[in-house]
């Protein structure tokens, strides 16, 4: 019997949320005390690249991949690759659907996240939390083309806080952030306009935000992040490629979160 040496890993993929995958999960490992399995959850996975990512991790720390991918394609893609690369692989919804099937004598409809329709608002609202956690800062370009909004500035414009915010109201939303010395990406410029959102802010005041962020983390005030004249330069880089965009800018100088959230939800309802 092989020992760990590290603590076991469970990569949950979905194509959904991936609650129900990670539930079961939990649940068989909770049989297992103290055995410190660690859950690792990967959502709305329909694109081959994510599920490389997934397996090459799962290969390099010696895990299991459990998913819920109803998509045939996504579903037949990961399972040959983990075969390749010698993952083990657990379909937790599959055989279920295949019984179901046999007993309704009916077709799936082979549509991700169903279930959840059965709260649809409140599952809107965890998928698009979800969204805001995996698409913040830039991490991952293929966020923009996904949003519903997408949020474009400097550093310290409260991009992050907005996105959580939004997301409460039921919005995906990507948020990007602007540095003179990093090329935008390229999905900036592909979608419609219409779904980006610039925030722009007061020169004196982002200085007084960074000088105070730097004091919480104990760092000296004059760093370069608090230089006026490095912000100027990034605020006037920013509000070029704002231009370029063609997007709707805000200035956020004198408003809280809750109010350019409000501003921005009331212009993207009903779309």
């Known amino acids: 019997m092989e020992v760990f040496n590290h603590r076991p890993i469970v990569y949950v993929v979905s194509d959904s949320v991936g609650e129900t995958a990670e539930l079961v999960v939990r649940a068989a490992a909770s049989q297992y005390s103290g055995s410190g399995v660690e859950v690792r959850r990967i959502p709305y996975v329909d694109d081959k690249s994510t599920i490389d990512e997934v397996i090459g991790l799962a290969q390099q720390a010696q895990a299991i991949i459990a998913f819920t991918l109803v998509i045939p394609e996504v579903k037949s893609y990961l399972i040959e690759q983990a075969r390749a690369a010698q993952v083990e692989v657990v379909d937790i919804i599959g055989p279920m659907m295949e019984k179901i ?13 169903l279930v959840y329709r059965l709260d649809e608002d409140y599952f809107r609202k965890v998928e698009a939390i979800e969204f805001a956690v995996k698409y913040d800062d830039g991490r991952d370009p293929r966020g923009i083309v996904r949003a519903d909004i997408v949020l474009v500035g400097v550093s310290r414009t409260s991009k992050t806080p907005l ?7 039921r919005f995906k939303v990507a948020n990007v952030p602007l540095v003179p010395e990093v090329e935008p990406p390229e999905e900036l410029f592909k979608v419609s306009p219409k779904k980006c959102i610039g925030l722009i802010i007061n020169a004196d005041k982002l ?13 000296k005030a004059e760093a370069n992040y608090a230089n006026i004249e490095r912000i100027k330069q990034e605020l006037e880089y920013a509000e070029k490629i704002m231009e370029r965009i063609g997007c709707t800018v805000i200035d956020v100088s004198s408003k809280a979160v809750e109010e350019t959230a409000n501003l921005i939800s009331n212009m993207f309802q009903g779309k």
């Open 163 to 169: 996105s959580q915010y939004l997301a409460h109201k």
């Open 101 to 113: 099937g046999t007993l309704t004598q009916k077709e799936p409809r082979y549509e991700p996240g």
């Open 207 to 219: 200085n007084d935000i960074r000088t105070e962020r730097l004091k919480a983390l104990g760092l």
